[in-house]
């Protein structure tokens, strides 16, 4: 049985879908059908339409939360230093519970009216390095008296307006740069561009995506691999060995009152359990003393005390709102320097639609589907640099890849998660508590992700012939050179020097983009390099995404409340590219795909072998 609550009772055998009877217990004593699901998504636990009961949406919601944390809490911290903050903590918390606002908000807007897929929206590290060489410029670069914490008085009006006038250069230049990515998206240039990508681009895209992590993923583990080893071992116990055991758990429903139903709560929940365990060992090793307290020995961070004054100095209530450093301005040198970061973010969306779309078993998103999701991050972007959160927002690739640890697909989940953003944006007591999780938890629950990340990446490859050598020489070179090119160019980033700033930073920012380097390179040599369309893998692509029903697809990414479909239709609307569009035949169908190869006659009749649904 696939479900993740099993009932006691005997299904019905009206809930039968292939043999596997697919029903949980809607906390109420009602049984639900889950949905008829593809065979890529049969070992889900919820799928992407399957809606679990409330109390596990809240649960599920908190653990895709904790599992942004690392990410949503490192970016304001790395920005800290170039902001003067770095002897403030308690504006550091503001600004994590600042992105934590911007966050939820943007993931509701995501997954309602965006892409529509299962993926949280957080800040993004493609936006830190224009970030940290803009504020390194001589007219930005940080006072001598602000890095010396006996001479700073923090709630002083001369050290207010210094970090302020820098958080409010961020802010316009990131609003400019976000225009770019709104202009990219709504468009339909993404869309357009989806013909020419192909697995081949798709794989090491989504791979160098969390390949160069590994060393922030190590600094953090090393910190203690004890306690890293111990978050790591707990994670693949839970999600491996033990997801398919159902612990019995006590509910209550309004017909069946207090009953016993058997969860399989190391299936629903593993991240959330071993991060849990890990963070009260740390706890206590804290409190006897075991842990060093000396901030330069071996172990420290591993203790829970180390961000104590975040939490105590946080206060209770707060309520971001636009403008609250002051209204943005703007400079062309880190305009350029952000448009940089846009084209890295937009292709690292792409990846994640894609590596999202294929965990919880859904069908490859149709480009009008791509262009609304990057549209959406590019207002998110907007929103963000409004708020003031000295970043901009983006997929979170540690989401997806904890999409495939949990086997939880729901889209519901993560419009919850969305709400416990919100709410920990606001209560700003709480969301700094998540701050003082030990950085050894965080690098172990990073490895993990990081390696089901790249797993997803070289898994597009089973539909490319790789017994060619030109399919392995696109691979190979485009894995390497995304690892060679920007680790080269951190280090020697002064022989990049053209004379023209503005220009320095975008090749700066590209060239140490692994993700942007190999996955240029594999775009341009798969469509430079002779080969046919099977090699390549679009034909054995194509005919995987012909299984899918055109209803199934207008569920999965059309818009919400009967938008485009029952209400909202106009004629215009087919020249939208970011709307779901229309058959010739104006039978109500939507397109499966940009990708679409099989060949049509003159008669513009359907490609042999598709379903036709009426709607």
Known sequence: MNSAITSREHPDPSQKRDGVVTIYDDGQGRKKDGHHRSPSSSDLAYGILDIPPWYLCIILGIQHFITALGGLVAVPLILAKGLCLQHDPLTQSYLIST?????????????LFGVRLPILQGGTFTFVAPSLAMLSLPTWKCPEWTLNASQVNTSSPEF???????????QGVIMAASCVQMFVGFSGLVGYLMRFIGPLTIAPTISLMALPLFDSAGNDAGA?????????FLIVLFSQYLKHIAVPVPLYGRQKKCHMSSVRLFQLFPVLLALCISWLLCFVLTETNTLPSAPTA??????????????SQAPWFRFPYPGQWGLPTISLAGVFGFIAGVIASVVESVGDYYACARLVGAPPPPKHAINRGIGIEGLGCLLAGAWGTGNGTTSYSENVGALGITKVGSRMVIVTSGCVLLLMG???????????????VIGGMFIVMFGIITAVGISNLQHVDMNSSRNLFVFGFSIFCGLTIPNWVNKNSDQLQTGILQLDQVIQVLLTTGMFVGGFLAFLLDNTIPGGLEERGFRAWDQAQGTEETARVLEIYGLPCGIGTT?????????????PSREPGGTGE????????????????????????RM
């Not at 071996?298 to 939490?311: E, F, N, P």
């Not at 606001?426 to 050894?440: L, S, Y």
């Open 298 to 311: 071996y172990g420290y961070l591993a203790r829970t005390d180390t961000k104590g004054h975040v939490l």
């Open 99 to 111: 992105m934590f606002f911007v966050a939820g908000i943007c993931t509701l807007l995501q997954v």
């Open 567 to 579: 209400c909202c239709t106009s004629s215009c609307t087919q020249f939208l590219p970011f709307w």
């Open 426 to 440: 606001v209560f700003g007591k709480i969301g700094a508590a998540f701050a003082t999780i030990p950085a050894p």
């Open 160 to 170: 207010t307006e210094e970090w302020q006038m820098r958080i409010r250069e961020l």
């Open 224 to 232: 203690h691999w004890g306690i890293a080893a111990m978050t790591i």
């Open 590 to 613: 939507v397109g499966v795909s940009q990708l679409t190869l099989c060949s049509q006659d003159s008669s513009r009749e359907r490609p042999k072998g598709a379903i036709e649904t």
